[in-house]
């Protein structure tokens, strides 16, 4: 098995690693090696267009490669990190082009790992992760996930299952003001609690155009519909995801009543059932509610687009799209 000292002799020497973090695995290369990068993107078959995030073990690294530090982005990594929050700031010339997909910004976050933290300090470089799977697919949320994505192509340091088990929230800071990109289990509205109010915050969730926003994305390979119960379920073939009781007959998978326990499960619950080969797989709506609003995000992009209309989760901006 890999060491973590082995592990950061490969990430400085331009090889590429994956390592658990809270959220999902990640696959890891030196931030500031652009041909190392490069390596990260053809493996997972990336889009040039999709930048990834850089992680770091310290408020000071990650000022090292911003160029601007707000005291807003003082303030939330001060009281978020380590932790699933992506602070999205204008880039030192230090971090290459490719990794931000020539955006003039960079997307950085401390994971609260203690593997990841133990990997960038040893490293001592800054690392560039996407999540550790192929493009579009579902993000892995254990070594064995990453294993059964790559095989032998990359080495997987094992941290057990991701505790929080969905991609970190993105947050833009322009002009002293947040601006939400990807929504996360670190809701908006925990992060404002922090931050000052401010009226150009909130924009519609999941409507930011932003590279790497990919409408269909976080998929199983099993077409998936987003349904409200077990009513419309469309036979006894597949598999029913579901929160509240529901007397089905057909591969029926029970899920915490809790959005973080929830959460935790979905990607392995996915990965589990995607492996049966069955014709679909239904899974109950949660509610519209903001403790929800991430694994809904997660469920409305890994939906299958024939079968689950966006006004099927987003009734209450269906006019607008
Ligand atoms: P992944 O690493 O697969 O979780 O994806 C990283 C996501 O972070 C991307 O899909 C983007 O949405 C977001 N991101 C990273 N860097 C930036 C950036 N500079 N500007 C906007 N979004 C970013
Ligand atoms: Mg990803």
């Known amino acids: 098995m890999l060491s973590i000292k082995e592990a950061a002799e490969r990430i400085r020497a331009g090889g590429l690693v994956a390592f658990p973090t809270e959220t999902v695995y990640g696959l890891g290369a030196n931030a500031l090696d652009a041909a190392a990068v490069a390596r990260v993107f053809e493996l997972k078959s990336r889009p040039e267009t999709s930048p990834l995030i850089v992680h770091v073990a310290s408020i000071d690294m990650a000022r090292e490669i911003a160029a601007e530090w707000p005291p807003l982005a003082e303030e939330l990594a001060q009281k978020w990190w380590p932790g699933p929050l992506t602070l999205v700031l204008p880039k030192k010339p230090a971090i290459p082009e490719i990794v931000t997909a020539a955006l003039p910004t960079v997307g950085i976050r401390m994971p609260n790992h203690p593997l990841a933290l133990e990997l960038i300090e040893q490293a001592g470089v800054p690392i560039a992760a996407p999540s ?17 994505a790559f095989g032998d192509a990359v080495e997987v340091l094992d941290g057990g299952p991701c505790r929080v088990g969905i991609e970190s929230t993105v947050v833009a800071i322009e002009n002293g003001a947040l601006k939400l990109l990807r929504p996360g289990m670190l809701s908006l509205g925990e992060l404002e609690s922090a931050a000052v109010p401010s009226e150009s915050t909130a924009p519609p969730l999941g409507s930011h155009p932003s590279p790497g926003m990919h409408p269909r994305h976080y998929s199983p390979r099993t077409p998936l519909l987003l349904v409200d119960g077990p009513k419309s379920v469309p036979g006894r073939t597949g598999a029913y995801v579901w929160r509240k009781k529901s007397g089905l007959v057909c591969r029926s998978v029970h899920m915490p009543a809790a959005p973080a326990e929830y959460a935790a499960k979905l990607y392995s619950v996915l990965h589990e059932l995607d492996r049966e080969n069955l014709p679909w797989i239904a899974v109950e709506l949660p509610p519209d509610t903001p403790a929800w609003t991430a694994i809904r995000d997660r469920l409305n992009r890994a939906a299958s687009p024939e079968q689950a209309s966006p006004e099927q989760i987003w009734p209450s901006q269906s006019s607008e799209r």
């Not at 550790?132 to 059964?148: M, Y």
């Open 132 to 148: 550790a799977n192929r493009f579009g697919q579902l993000s892995p949320t254990t070594a064995q996930h990453v294993r059964a």
